[in-house]
Nanobody, 123 residues
Framework: QVQLIESGGGLVQAGGSLRLSCAASGRTFGSYAAGWFRQAIGTEREFVAAISWSGGSTSYADSVKGRFTISRDNAKNTVYLQMNSLKPEDTAVYYC????????????????WGQGTQVTVSS
């Protein structure tokens, strides 16, 4: 397992942008696929985006396609989520997750999780 720490959350107006970062411990992070999930108050955690260990393959939830971009820098053991054109409905706690092997959009496949970072989008 790897340890994950998210940062970059905050309060932003609708239409604005934020970039979340997920820093991972461990020299083998480059062999892990990664994903971002989010959970709004009163809802279940949902998939946002995922990226393969190499960064060559990505997947997005329909609700964020065209607005969010997931990327990674394995030399820095960091995964990013660039969020543009933010909407009030994007308000949630955002979690970074990692798993060995192929990337997935199912949270049940991920064994390592960060503590989450709050994103609040005001209208």
């Amino acid at each position: 397992q790897v340890q994950l720490i998210e940062s970059g959350g905050g309060l932003v107006q609708a239409g604005g942008s934020l970039r979340l970062s997920c820093a991972a411990s461990g020299r083998t992070f480059g062999s892990y696929a990664a994903g971002w999930f989010r959970q709004a108050i009163g809802t279940e955690r949902e998939f946002v985006a995922a990226i393969s260990w190499s960064g060559g393959s990505t997947s997005y939830a329909d609700s964020v396609k065209g607005r969010f971009t997931i990327s990674r820098d394995n030399a820095k053991n960091t995964v990013y989520l660039q969020m543009n054109s933010l909407k009030p409905e994007d308000t949630a706690v955002y979690y970074c997750a990692a798993k060995r092997g192929y990337y997935s959009n199912s949270e049940r496949d991920f064994g390592s999780w960060g503590q989450g970072t709050q994103v609040t989008v005001s209208s």
